[in-house]
Structure formats: structure tokens, C-alpha cells
T-cell receptor
Framework: KAGVTQTPRYLIKTRGQQVTLSCSPI?????VSWYQQTPGQGLQFLFE???????NKGNFPGRFSGRQFSNSRSEMNVSTLELGDSALYLC???????????FGQGTRLTVV | AQRVTQPEKLLSVFKGAPVELKCNYS??????LFWYVQYSRQRLQLLLR?????SIKGFTADLNKGETSFHLKKPFAQEEDSAMYYC?????????????WGLGTSLAVNP
């Protein structure tokens, strides 16, 4: 069974730009969660999608948004990038809500 | 408030020494707790969950509801145990459930 796939693996963007990250969950998993991981803040929950609906949302500004498609693939978008958005963005898929989380390898975003 | 606290950002031990990574939680409901591990250049992955009461790679963790703790222990640390460890709490959120994460503890096992 293929694992969680995140693309791209690395991104460099400039301040003010916007970015879209993609996550393909494990086949059969309908729940996808997104996290921001930084050395200082650890793993911070962004949002969770289940059957194309956002079920939970973390404490991030509205510049961070996401969506999920009918095939359970998910995208997250960050608009008007700031230097502080530089982080590793992780996606996790679950068979059901908050079951065991299977993580992707992440997208390393650098904002310059 | 629902919260997971891992008080140590970094824990350094020598090979063969016992290791304990602390995790405390705050939750008024019935807790379900997990330990996840991230080895260098690898994905974050589940290490163990309190429900299964199993030992994985020599690690065990016991849920202590009185002390609201779920500390991860291993009697003899190995160099390959060096990794980032996260404690997570599953809570009810309305009709859904979500995971609350600690900030993680970086374990360094020195030769």
C-alpha cells in the first residue's frame, strides 16, 4: 500500500507570494490533517478534512486555507507569505477521524 | 483546557542507561494517548498507544490517570533510539475527535 505522498518536497517562495501544497492520502483513508512543524513551536495543527468538509481548524490566520477533493486528496494554500511561514508542512491521513495518523514526508517551505 | 505537556525539549542519556520521556495531559474526558516518533530523515510514525498496552522497540508507556501522565520508558537506551518523540492526546471535539500534540522531546543517546 502506498504511503502518504506530499508534493512538492521543497519550495522556495518570496514574501507576499502564495503557495499550494498537495497531499495524497493512503488509499481508503478519508481523513486528512495538516500540520506546521517548526523547531520552536513543534507540531501545530492547521486543519482536518473528512469527506471534503473541514471538520477541525487550528489557530492559524485566514491566510492558511485548505480543501479536500472527492478522491480524498487534499491541498493547502498559504496566501501573502511571510518569513515566519517557513516550516515543514506535514500531512497525515487517517482511516477515520483521529485514528492512527500516517504522515507524509512533508513539504519544506522556505520564504525569503 | 485540553493540553499536552512535554516538559523536556531535549533529553540526553548514555547508551545502556534508562530513559524516561515525560508527558502530562489535561483533559476532562476519557483520554486516549499515543507516542509518535520521528527518526532523522524519516516520517513521523506511531510508536505506541496506551490502549494496546504493548512494548515497541523496548519502550513502554503506562497511563496514570491520577497523575494525568503517560511517560515513555525504556530500561536500556540504544543509539538508534535517538529521535524526536511526540506525545498526543485524542479528544472529543463536538461530533468529531482530534489529536492534541505536545511540543516534542528530542532524545539523544550517546555512545
Amino acid at each position: 500500500k502506498a504511503g502518504v505522498t506530499q508534493t512538492p518536497r521543497y519550495l522556495i517562495k518570496t514574501r507576499g507570494q502564495q503557495v499550494t501544497l498537495s497531499c495524497s492520502p493512503i488509499s481508503g483513508h478519508r481523513s486528512v490533517s495538516w500540520y506546521q512543524q517548526t523547531p520552536g513551536q513543534g507540531l501545530q495543527f492547521l486543519f482536518e478534512y473528512f469527506s471534503e468538509t473541514q471538520r477541525n481548524k487550528g489557530n492559524f490566520p485566514g491566510r492558511f486555507s485548505g480543501r479536500q477533493f472527492s478522491n480524498s486528496r487534499s491541498e493547502m494554500n498559504v496566501s501573502t507569505l511571510e518569513l515566519g511561514d517557513s516550516a515543514l508542512y506535514l500531512c497525515a491521513s487517517h482511516r477515520s477521524g483521529a485514528g492512527e495518523a500516517f504522515f507524509g514526508q512533508g513539504t519544506r517551505l522556505t520564504v525569503v | 483546557a485540553q493540553r499536552v505537556t512535554q516538559p523536556e525539549k531535549l533529553l540526553s542519556v548514555f547508551k545502556g542507561a534508562p530513559v524516561e520521556l515525560k508527558c502530562n495531559y489535561s483533559y476532562s474526558g476519557s483520554p486516549e494517548l499515543f507516542w509518535y516518533v520521528q527518526y532523522s530523515r524519516q516520517r513521523l510514525q506511531l510508536l505506541l498507544r496506551h490502549i494496546s498496552r504493548e512494548s515497541i522497540k523496548g519502550f513502554t508507556a503506562d497511563l496514570n490517570k491520577g497523575e494525568t501522565s503517560f511517560h515513555l520508558k525504556k530500561p536500556f537506551a540504544q543509539e538508534e533510539d535517538s529521535a524526536m518523540y511526540y506525545c498526543a492526546l485524542r479528544v472529543n471535539a463536538g461530533n468529531n475527535r482530534k489529536l492534541i500534540w505536545g511540543l516534542g522531546t528530542s532524545l539523544a543517546v550517546n555512545p
